[in-house]
């Protein structure tokens, strides 16, 4: 398979996904907001919220049985670095009232100002990370 053709099978199923979504429930697909209703939100609302993210976790499940490997690959830094990426991406969807999939995705195909600006705050942010974490600490290299 050629490298380029996962990626943008999996762009066209976010792509998919996200109008579905918002077809059938009228709700943009912003993946954090998703996965923390299914923690603090109502009742009603955690059946399309459940499967919107077993589905996330179901692709990589199922491209390993299809070709045996899930094409993620395995993590290149410890445990205690993914926990630290974690709770930033948390805090930093948490400040940006929602994350790349939300603003870069859904809010950049509505043409959304404040999805533009959140958007290139995530990559500027992005790629000083990579850079700080590859080149100054040696982390990932």
């Given at each position: ?33 998703i996965a ?7 009742a ?9 993210v077993l ?26 670095w ?8 948390g ?8 994350c ?7 809010g950049?195909?509505?043409?959304s ?29």
């Open positions: 398979m050629h490298p380029y053709l996962g990626a943008l099978c999996g762009g066209v199923l976010i792509g998919l996904a996200a109008v579905l979504l918002m077809a059938a429930l009228g709700r943009i697909a912003g993946v954090s907001g923390s209703g299914l923690v603090v939100g109502g009603s609302d955690r059946t399309w919220r459940l499967a919107f589905g996330l976790l179901a692709g990589p499940l199922l491209l390993w049985w299809l070709r045996g490997d899930s094409g993620i690959g395995a993590p290149q830094v410890g445990l205690p993914m926990a630290l990426a974690g709770l930033l991406v805090i930093g969807t948490r400040l940006g009232g929602g790349t999939s939300g603003h870069g995705v859904c950049i195909a509505r043409l100002p404040r999805s533009l600006l959140a958007t290139a705050v995530f990559m500027a942010f992005g790629i000083a990370t990579v850079f700080v974490l590859r080149h100054l600490l040696g982390v990932g290299a």
